[in-house]
């Protein structure tokens, strides 16, 4: 019973309301909580290379949310991501394994694209500065991370001001089937990031 | 607790095209749906189609739709055109490597407005990374209650749609 539909006692439309009894029901189906799971978040105040997510519960989502909003030491590096079948041992950084595309959109005028169909990590750009404000914002898709037999793929949008604002969207993947069961976000502006928080959503199924 | 509800989640195997239906309502004015699945050729694009009413899928020459498509080993693509019969490219992969995405349906429902979408998706045609964004419309002010994926054969297709809660 994930959703009920029009209730007769709503008192506006597009609300999607439930009643209590509907929300006790739905609560001993598990449906009850939304349909994105906050599955971990990470925060820091001082210097952070690495933000990593090493509880996925990829056995249980095939869909997830990656938010990260982060300031890096310097200005005008680049953002990657990297994808561990070991828990977070290690992460793979084989070259071939991965791919990406990915559109830059500067507001000074400049659009270029961005690619490799042999890299050894997914680069997903985004040209922040290190001032207080200028943060990179980011929104990443992620599919399929828990099953050994697809690829597991990525869309990713930014928005983020270097001296400028720019923008990012596009996407990579792990071209190399495996279970991905924690994934690294690193920078190389700056030597790490200062400070920032991200998000790890599973989007729930039924 | 988010603002998402799920309405529906529709999977088959071994289909050509899914119909989820009876999704949009009144009771929400955007949704969004999530797409994870495969199919059985190679270097396939799949298409939709609104689903209105009374259930007919809308095949009238009203959709207009323009999509970038972000190859990682070609050239980037444009693609769009107007008073088409369906909106293109929600996804473009190859079979046995899956594919995903994403689309936001914006008052698929109302009858005084246009039916609106957003898309993003990814994929690998050819074993090459693929990643897509587009934006597409239905010039009718009709009623739209479901919507069509199709121009492929799906090995298998797992489709959620969720309504947009608003609070006040």
Not at chain 1, 24 to 42: A, F, M, V
Not at chain 1, 178 to 195: E, K
Request: glycine fraction near 10%.
């Amino acid at each position: 019973m994930p959703y009920i539909g029009t209730q007769p006692n709503d008192v506006k439309k597009n609300t999607g309301l439930y009643t209590p009894s509907e929300i006790l029901q739905l609560t001993k189906d598990g449906s009850w909580g939304g349909s994105l799971e906050l599955i971990d978040s990470l925060s820091w105040t001082s210097t952070t290379n690495n933000l990593e997510f090493t509880n996925l519960k990829e056995d249980i989502y095939d869909v997830h949310i990656i938010q990260v909003k982060a300031r890096p030491n310097g200005p005008s590096g680049s953002f990657y991501y990297r994808t561990s079948s070991n828990g977070g041992t290690s992460y793979d950084s084989t070259t071939g394994n991965y791919q990406f595309a990915v559109q830059r959109c500067f507001a000074n005028g400049t659009f270029d694209e961005q690619k490799s169909n042999n890299a050894g990590v997914i680069e997903l750009y985004g040209n922040a500065g290190a001032t207080v404000q200028a943060r990179s914002n980011r929104t990443t898709y992620m599919y399929n991370a828990g099953n050994p037999n697809k690829y597991t793929y990525f869309t990713d949008h930014s928005t983020c001001d270097n001296n400028g604002f720019n923008s990012t969207f596009g996407g990579g993947v792990r071209s190399s089937a495996s279970v991905v069961n924690a994934i690294q976000f690193f920078t190389n502006a700056g030597g790490g990031f200062a400070n920032g928080e991200a998000f790890l959503y599973g989007v729930k199924q039924i | 607790m988010s603002n998402l509800r799920l309405i529906n989640e529709t999977t088959a195997s071994s289909v050509s095209s899914v119909d989820v239906t009876d999704v949009f309502s009144a009771d929400f004015d955007i949704y969004k749906i999530s797409v994870v699945g495969d199919f059985t050729n190679t270097n396939q694009i799949i298409n939709a189609r609104f689903i209105n009413s009374s259930g007919s899928v809308v095949t009238a020459s009203n959709y207009n739709y323009a999509i970038l498509s972000m190859e990682s080993g070609n050239l980037f693509v444009e693609d769009r055109n107007q008073n088409q019969n369906y909106m293109r490219r929600m996804v473009y992969s190859h079979t046995g490597v899956d594919f995903g995405f994403v689309l936001y349906i914006f008052n698929p429902y109302s009858s005084s407005s246009y039916s609106f979408l957003l898309s993003q998706g990814t994929g690998a045609p050819s074993g090459k990374g693929t990643s897509n964004k587009g934006i597409a419309v239905l010039k009718q002010t009709a009623s739209m209650t479901g919507i069509r994926f199709y121009n492929v054969d799906f090995t298998d297709i797992s489709v959620k749609c969720y309504g947009l809660r608003v609070d006040s």
